[in-house]
């Protein structure tokens, strides 16, 4: 990857609709070019995907919380299948195998925190081999940026 190639990538994290013609234009390359290296990117799987960023209070989904959970063990088999479980949930938006006191960090959005109690007690708690969760509702979001800083 060059540094054209890094221009392409911070423009289209600035404005993934943007055109070729104007992206080409940003990074000083003629359209066919320009439009091979973004497929080349798409392809070689560096882009992943075009997504429209949503405002979560507008979709219901303007309650956030962090949970740690604990596992009752850690074997490569618990984790797969913890893995799996939670790629099934829709309102975990992310999920982090974590090295310290606990074993995963997830990120949920749900519409309030009654929505979040019945998660927490129907699908979270009952995720594969979970010994204990820690609940942090977030009161304000500060930073949430979805777009990735590029080493030069």
Do not use: W
Not at 38 to 45: I, M
Not at 55 to 76: K, Q, R, W
Not at 124 to 130: Q, T
């Amino acid at each position: 990857m060059d540094r054209i190639d890094r221009r392409i990538l911070e423009a289209l994290q600035q404005d993934g609709r943007i055109s070729i013609v104007e992206l080409a234009a940003r990074v000083g390359l003629t359209k066919t070019p320009c439009a091979e290296r973004v497929r080349r990117l798409e392809k070689s799987g560096v882009i992943k995907g075009y997504h429209a960023e949503l405002d979560p209070a507008a979709v219901d989904a303007g309650h956030v919380v962090m949970v740690e959970v604990l596992l009752s063990n850690t074997t490569a088999q618990v984790l797969r299948q913890f893995d799996e479980a939670v790629r099934r949930i829709p309102q975990i938006q992310s999920c982090h195998l974590i090295a310290g006191d606990f074993d995963y960090l997830l990120k949920v959005r749900t519409r309030d925190i009654a929505e979040y109690r019945q998660l927490m007690g129907e699908a979270i708690s009952e995720l594969p081999c979970v010994k204990q969760t820690h609940t942090y509702v977030v009161l304000e979001t500060v930073k949430d940026e979805m777009t990735v800083q590029l080493a030069s």
